[in-house]
């Protein structure tokens, strides 16, 4: 089983208009809603894997039992901690003609050090059955800033490998408790090192703990630091579509290729397809299979020379 956690678990609804445009009224040509948040995208992808997924984390008012509705038929199992705020909201616009995507996230509701407390004991023992977890997104108010460093010395206490994917104070407080992957973008990974070349921010990622350190680096596909090598994956051209959730798959990706114990080239190019047949798809959690198989072939991953 792959445990995902989903602290500011989100009702994702996408938008799609004919054209935005500034300062105008709209027509909207179609409206979409999704259980989101990216440990739930996250598991909905390992579901359409064939993995065994459970999703935790909170949700909470009429917009969180929407979530747990639209879950529910869906493969991944419900394990979210019930709160007393509410879910937050996240609101894709889609451009039709371009295929450019704004999108509006909502804060997340206030946590109670009670509901945390709740959390916990509830992690910890989804933990004794899980084979990898995943610890996904920001964090909702009132969870504490180095609440991912706990959750992953409690993975790694219970000797179950841990991936994290957030940022800002999160990733560098989660960084020191030595997750064993990390997967921030390249705007993440500078705003973490203060440097601008993805190579160079990564080393120093790891040198601050993570075992091994996946960037997504958009069109430019994905660059892997680990402890066997260092790779860099490209697509075969750029796809064009809606980008949200293509994180969220390579993080599935890379996910179900750790419990399948492939090698890292191999790990990368699944990332990498995933990644991109999810912006061929139009909602984020869901990517298309067609595009995933056609990709997979055709991803270019190359070792990266890393002396001085």
């Known amino acids: 089983m792959i445990l995902t956690v989903t602290l500011n678990t989100a009702l994702d609804i996408t938008y799609r208009v004919p054209a935005l445009v500034p300062h105008a009224s709209h027509r909207v040509d179609e409206v979409t809603e999704r259980p989101g948040g990216k440990g739930v ?28 509705e639209l879950l529910a038929p869906l493969a991944p199992v419900d394990a979210l901690v019930p709160v007393a705020g509410t879910t937050r909201r996240t609101i894709a616009v889609v451009d039709s003609a371009t295929g450019d995507t704004t999108q509006l996230n909502e804060p997340g509701p206030q946590i109670t050090a009670a509901e945390w407390d709740t959390f916990l004991a509830a992690y910890e023992s989804l933990l004794r059955e899980a084979d990898a977890v995943a610890l996904c997104g920001s964090l909702p108010p009132g969870v504490p800033v180095g609440a991912y460093a706990d959750l992953i010395r409690r993975a790694r206490t219970a000797g179950v490998p841990v991936l994290l994917d957030t940022s800002g104070e ?12 990390v997967k921030p973008n390249a705007d993440e ?48 051209a750029k796809v064009h579509g809606n980008p949200t959730g293509a994180g969220d798959s390579a993080v599935a990706a890379l996910l179900s290729s750790l419990v399948d114990n492939l090698p890292w080239p191999d790990r990368l190019t699944r990332a990498v397809a995933l990644s991109a047949a999810t912006v061929l798809s139009p909602v984020a959690g869901e990517y298309d299979g067609a595009a995933y198989g056609e990709l997979l072939g055709r991803v270019q991953v ?7």
């Open 41 to 68: 995208n996250v598991a909905r992808v390992l579901a359409a894997l064939g993995h065994e997924s459970v999703v935790t984390g909170f949700a909470g008012g009429r917009t969180g039992a929407v979530l747990r």
């Open 170 to 181: 999160p990733l560098r407080r989660g960084l020191a408790a030595r997750p064993d992957l």
């Open 189 to 236: 990974l500078a705003r973490l090192t203060g440097s601008r070349e993805p190579l160079r921010a990564a080393r120093e990622a790891r040198r601050r703990g993570a075992h091994a350190v996946v960037a997504s680096l958009g069109a430019e596909g994905m660059l892997a630091v680990t402890p066997d090598g260092t790779w860099q994956a490209t697509p075969p």
């Open 302 to 308: 190359t070792p990266v020379s890393t002396a001085p």
